[in-house]
């Protein structure tokens, strides 16, 4: 049986990641600004905005469209910041 590839951008990539990624980016007033949902407005934390943001469909979708926006609008020529990429292992190794 073999695998095929997902034609889904945000195939493997969890809200929570998606709102990780975009608070590393913009950060909670910035995103707010965007965004213009409470979750991340007033006492913003990942916890509350998951929990709005999976009750609300609406407001997925706008943070799901602005993940994917700040995706195409990194340079190619930079290499991605770890704090941008929902991917990286969060763990740093001490010597």
């Not at 990624?21 to 990942?46: E, H, M």
């Amino acid at each position: 049986m073999t695998a095929h590839p997902s034609k889904d951008p945000l195939h493997g990539i969890t809200l929570e990641m998606q709102i990780n990624a975009l608070v590393a980016r913009y950060g909670w007033t910035k995103l707010g600004q965007l965004i213009k949902i409470n979750c991340f407005r007033s006492d913003p934390s990942v916890k509350s905005s998951l929990k709005f943001l999976r009750r609300t469909p609406w407001a997925r979708a706008e943070v799901e469209a602005l993940y994917l926006d700040s995706l195409q609008e990194m340079p190619a020529e930079e290499p991605e910041s770890p704090a941008f990429n929902p991917w990286t292992n969060s763990r740093t190794t001490k010597s």
